[in-house]
């Protein structure tokens, strides 16, 4: 690489000090069996008071908090105390998704299609659709429902079916051991289900069937009729009279009267509303459709639509952006000027190939957009699901190993659990894997629409970057003409190759770009930003190792030997996984969730809950090895034959 002089002077901020938690009285923090409540932060500490005893107060100090949480010694439960989470979490616990039996994930994964689809008419009608046994033509959009959930149901069955392309019949795809068909709901279930997804914030696992045995059956209705004028009369607390409740309940009441006048003696008479059972039939009501019905659709359009047009962030991990880059391989190499001393006739044959299946080269990569520190870039030759949750992990996880790897100088620590994560709507993104990812970290993913890129700013700033400022450092140009060329030897400066521009964009990642001074950040580099900024504000804690296995790790189910649980040829052993093997004999599997860049331990699963088990080989060097095979591979996955190391 050339130095420029206009170029600003580079600034390398080396210090690294524990983050701020950012904990509030919505979140649980376990240290050590002990559930805590955040109450204040300083520089150096946070205070907790005990969540069964409110007098009992606590300080820990920040580094004690990351370190307890890496070890595992404590977890932090964000939003545990909200009603969404208090909700989600009395329903189905610390449960990943799979965790449940896949007919279950398939039915769960159904409900939620029908819901998405469900969003996607109001959205197309223009108007909420109410759910009810309505005919077609007093429906909005003219479709009852019923109807609607027929042909979702249909749509949903063709796209699970594949052909086989030897016979050419169709036959459902597999989901799991079975390959049942699913089944038209009813629209009462289908209510149900929508208010169930809805109460849990939009987590799919709230839709996954969890029968228990029988159930406590629901009250029945005193009086069918009677309860029937309840109902309308708290619907119509929505209308643009803009009355309150108790003169909704007046209007019931009196409407009961009117019909008790005409009944003779033989017939029963009508059941008047108490004040707290119809409040609560108000209270019922959907939100939006109140605020739609008293103040106009428009009004309540304005006022429940998501707030995605101010940048104005100043907490690390307040908002992380996410992006896929490209770079055609011939591309990069006629600009490295590396096409140039290649045979005409590979020249060719490679045009050739590259006409029927380009050859690309893709980064995912994340940028803080408080600070303009980079958390992420993973490479790929094709951008996938799994990409993207690797990406997710890097975020959260010490880069320090890829940065000395690279010879970088300046090492890459910056880590943080985000608050917001904002994409695009490409395939990778909106995959169940990505999501399923981002759920189980407690990371909110937000979408803005597509074709609105000014909506992705940073992220879209710093693959700018990528383009024009990086590419300037490389010797070796091709220009599109004579005249530009002048007389510029393209092969006699070709310095790079393929391979290496993957170590070499990571180099220059972490030793140029995060210590150049920009002017966004009031003269500050991204690096010195993230030291300044994480002293000043809080931040969520990271996940610790045991947590990152549930989130990203595999999951696979395996026996008890007498050497332990045999994972890769890496024995798991202790006294206590022997007392299972004791108990239930060697044929028994046990599920097992094990992370590929963590080798020390794993986590099994028992009756008693989960269990983690460490290495027990004496060559304890055998992870930092493969770990090193693994980074060796990253940083070389898209060239045909790796480094020799």
Known sequence: MTNNTDKPELRIFRENAPSIPLMGSNDRFVYEGTPLIAISYSATDTLFYKENDPLAHRRIAHSEIELAIDEGRAHFYPGFHTQVGWKAYQRFGDKNVDDFKSEAVAIGRFNEYLIHRYRAWCVEVGQHVPRSLKPAEEMPGGRSMEELLFEWTTEYQLKHKVTNPQTGKIRKRRAGKKTNGVELPTLRSFNNYIRLYESCGDDVRALIPQQKGPKRRHLQVECAESYSIWRQAAAEFASRRKGGMSNARKIANARIHEVNKTRGGDQPKLIFVK????????????????????????????????????????????RVEFDDWNVDGITLMKETGAWLLLPARFQTILEQASADKPQRLWFVGAIDAATGMPLALKGTRNPCASAVVEALEMVMSDKTHISDLAGAKTPWTAKVRPENVFTDNGTPYIADLTREAFLMSSVSLTRPPAGQAWKRPFIESLFKTFAKDLMSYFDGRTFSNVVERRDYDSVANATLIIDEFMIVVIRWLCDVFVNTPSARLNGLTPNEAWELKKRTYPMRPVPGRHEKRHIFGTKKDKPIRSEGIILHGVPYNSDELQSYRRKHGSKKLFPVRFHPRDLESISVSTEDGWLIEVLQLPILWLQDVLLLDMELAVLNRHVGKPRQH
């Open 275 to 318: 004040r707290k059972r119809f409040e609560n039939m108000i209270k019922e009501l959907r939100a939006f459709d109140v605020v739609a019905g008293r103040e106009g659709e428009a009004y309540a359009h304005a006022v429940f639509k998501p707030k995605m047009d101010s940048y104005d962030v100043v907490r690390p991990g307040e």
